[in-house]
């Protein structure tokens, strides 16, 4: 069992940053592909990021691009994401989660393929 803790949310002004922290217990989570996903009021959760198990490879909406980066520190057992220059429409509760074991990565912005997600921290972005 993975125990997921997300922190680092907060109101901030449009045009500033936010670094959020992911950390696992009760089990590591190098052997795992790690996504952030946001969900705005009535709206879907959507996948915002990912990070491959040894860091080499990320991905990113579009909207995040150049903006958010992923990163992960496996000895620490936690994935961050930087967020900078946000929008307001970034406002929304962000969570991460670990992608099952096996999922091809073609799949990773499918929520459902996930097997363990914190339970998010808020994202405030005013105008």
């Known amino acids: 069992q993975v125990h997921l803790v997300e922190s680092g949310g907060g109101l901030v002004e449009a045009g500033g940053s936010l670094k959020l922290s992911c950390t696992a217990s009760?089990?590591?989570?190098?052997?795992?592909?790690m996504g952030w996903f946001r969900q705005a009021p009535e709206k879907e959760r959507t996948f915002v990021a990912g990070i491959t198990r040894s860091g080499a490879m990320t991905y990113y909406i579009d909207s995040v691009k150049g903006r958010f980066t992923i990163s992960r520190d496996n000895a620490k057992n936690t994935v961050y994401l930087q967020m900078n220059s946000l929008r307001p429409e970034d406002t929304a509760v962000y969570y991460c989660?670990?992608?099952?074991?096996?999922?091809?990565?073609?799949?990773?912005?499918?929520?459902?393929?996930?097997?363990?997600w914190g339970q998010g921290t808020q994202v405030t972005v005013s105008s």
């Open positions: 009760g089990r590591t989570i190098d052997s795992r592909f």
């Open positions: 989660a670990a992608l099952r074991v096996g999922v091809l990565l073609t799949r990773r912005d499918h929520a459902s393929e996930y097997q363990y």
